[in-house]
């Protein structure tokens, strides 16, 4: 935990749910795959935050499976060239992060049933 981490504050930021353009951008994010798991990074739960402020600038805060993935530097770009043409989308900003570390319990139950998990 970093020490600008209050305790008993979560680890992943809410998201912008009531922002108008939110669930479109959570659409762009389904059109995103990581290229050795069938699933879109969505359900893999890799998008930490979808923030969007007023001028509809989205700032995505996001993780990999693993911080050793192979598409480490280009999965970000690819999650920005999704998000970026949408209507309303003013600009677009994706930061990968490591806390808290990717954990297969943040995968949605359609990931986990697709994996053979469920």
């Known amino acids: 935990m970093d020490e600008n ?6 680890l992943i930021a809410p998201s912008s749910t009531d922002h108008p353009i939110y669930e479109t951008i959570v659409e762009a994010c389904k059109s995103v795959y990581d290229p050795e798991i069938p699933v879109n990074i969505y359900d893999l739960g890799l998008i930490y935050t979808i923030n969007i402020n007023e001028e509809s ?9 693993a911080p050793g993935c192979p598409v480490a530097g280009e999965m970000p770009i690819w999650v920005e060239e999704a998000i970026e043409p949408l209507p309303g989308v003013r600009s677009v900003k994706v930061e990968l992060v490591w806390e808290p570390q990717w954990g297969m319990d943040m995968m ?3 990931a986990r049933l697709e994996l053979g998990f469920m």
Do not use: A, I, R
């Open 5 to 10: 981490t209050q305790e008993g504050s979560p």
């Open 57 to 65: 600038d989205v700032d995505v805060k996001m993780s990999l499976t």
């Open 108 to 110: 949605s139950d359609e």
